[in-house]
């Protein structure tokens, strides 16, 4: 790929000016709604910049090259407590919560890489490979539904139901539980944002946790041939894998199998119905549905950023030096849409080479989930397309609701109309 050194602003998205002595609040509607606006902007003239994410103050990183070299870096730590002792997450919050959140992904290795081995091969992609057909099944079910309705929430009755039954059946959840596995997933979709967050931790969480725990139960009673009962016969046979780590894997497994591909898929809904030349080569070329999807991961991936990376010792980065313990957050969507990586950043190309974007980042933390991620995105595609010649939103662009949730690009409803 040819690499254009030059970091200006493209025309097409001239930029946010931002206070250098003023912290950027991921989470605030301004910044939700203009991201990418403050990704031009930072490329150029704030590459390492102060950030904010709820109480924590973090460093930002935007360029590509900056963002490849951290994600890689060993002298960048998950775990905060290596380095800064205390409790993993930095404020109170309940110990049920804590639990969920204590999964591989703010690990360092070899910890890491004791529990990653442990998944892996759940998600290897001679491992998925075969569930395509189930998936392709499933997607033209739903849209028989959402056809005979003629105008509908896509988000909700197809975006999120492929995922959440593919991961269900995954985990060995039986048919009648679906409707209260599925609500528990709703909380990890809309309740992060805004005051829902505090209901979010206070309560929904504990009651997800809690559920959670009887669903681990019931596989000690009663295995399967599932991803959860093959980890607990993992735990039981002496690979270390505690009840607390149970649970989070768990937790993890329904975020990495679920929570980005519901919004890679929407977002590549709304791409695509933004730019309908594209939509059109894509209807007349269903071969590219592959290279479409890698576009949409580059141009408008729903993961926005990592979690925290912290300084094991004073590193620079961009002429900034960043304190050891200091928290550092590369941010993924603007490295996606770097000129000096990937030429006319801002136009979506669905014939493009995006393989070298950062949305499921690199190194030893790259995304458990990728694989499957995209294959499930790519079957949504085909099948939506296939059957809906006339797709079209249902509100302007400007209408649909984007949460404002640190590290996303996700909306919360997708109306649309199919006939």
Not at 110 to 139: C, T, W, Y
Not at 295 to 312: D, F
Request: hydrophobic share 40%.
């Amino acid at each position: 790929m040819s690499v254009n050194p030059s970091h200006s602003a493209n025309p097409v998205n001239p930029g946010r000016a931002v206070n250098p002595r003023k912290a950027i609040n991921l989470g605030s509607q301004d910044f939700s709604q203009h991201k990418y606006e403050y990704y031009t902007y930072l490329r150029e003239h704030l590459p390492v910049a102060k950030g904010r994410l709820a109480m924590l103050k973090i460093h930002l990183v935007s360029r590509y090259a900056d963002c490849m070299d951290l994600v890689k870096d060993p002298r960048f730590a998950r775990n905060r407590t290596q380095i800064n002792g205390g409790r993993r997450i930095p404020f109170p919050v309940p110990k049920s919560v804590e639990t969920l959140a204590l999964s591989m992904i703010v690990e360092d290795d070899p910890e890491h890489r004791r529990l990653r081995n442990i998944v892996q091969k759940a998600f290897a992609p001679k491992s998925l490979a075969a569930m395509q057909g189930d998936m392709e099944n499933m997607a033209h079910t739903l849209m028989d539904a959402a056809l005979a309705r003629g105008s509908v929430d896509l988000q909700k009755e197809y975006a999120l139901q492929i995922p959440s039954r593919v991961i269900s059946r995954m985990i060995g959840i039986e048919p009648e539980e679906m409707p209260r596995f599925q609500d528990s997933m709703r909380v990890l979709s809309s309740g992060l944002s805004g005051w829902n967050i505090l209901r979010t931790i206070f309560w929904d969480l504990r009651k997800t946790a809690g559920y959670m725990r009887e669903l681990i139960a019931r596989k000690r009673r009663e295995p399967g041939d599932d991803i959860l009962s093959r980890l607990i016969e993992a735990e039981e046979n002496g690979d270390q894998l505690s009840e607390n780590e149970l649970l989070s894997m768990l937790f993890l497994l329904i975020i990495a199998g679920y929570e980005t591909t519901v919004h890679l898929i929407s977002n590549g809904v709304i791409t695509l119905l933004e730019h309908p030349d594209e939509l059109a080569r894509l209807r007349a070329n269903p071969e590219l549905a592959g290279s479409a999807v890698e576009e949409v991961l580059r141009y408008l991936p729903p993961v926005q950023g990592t979690k925290m990376n912290y300084a094991r010792q004073d590193i620079e980065i961009a002429g900034v030096m960043i304190r050891q313990g200091e928290p550092v957050m590369p941010l993924l969507g603007s490295a996606n849409r770097d000129p000096a990586m990937f030429p006319e950043p801002d136009v979506f190309d669905i014939s493009r080479d995006s393989s070298k974007h950062l949305s499921f980042s690199q190194g030893n933390h790259f995304c458990l989930g990728a694989f499957l991620a995209r294959m499930e995105a790519k079957v949504a595609l085909q099948v939506l397309l296939e059957r809906s010649t006339n797709l079209r939103l249902a509100v302007p662009k400007s209408e649909l609701p984007l949460a404002a949730v640190p590290g996303w690009h996700r909306y919360t409803a997708l109306p649309v109309h199919l006939t």
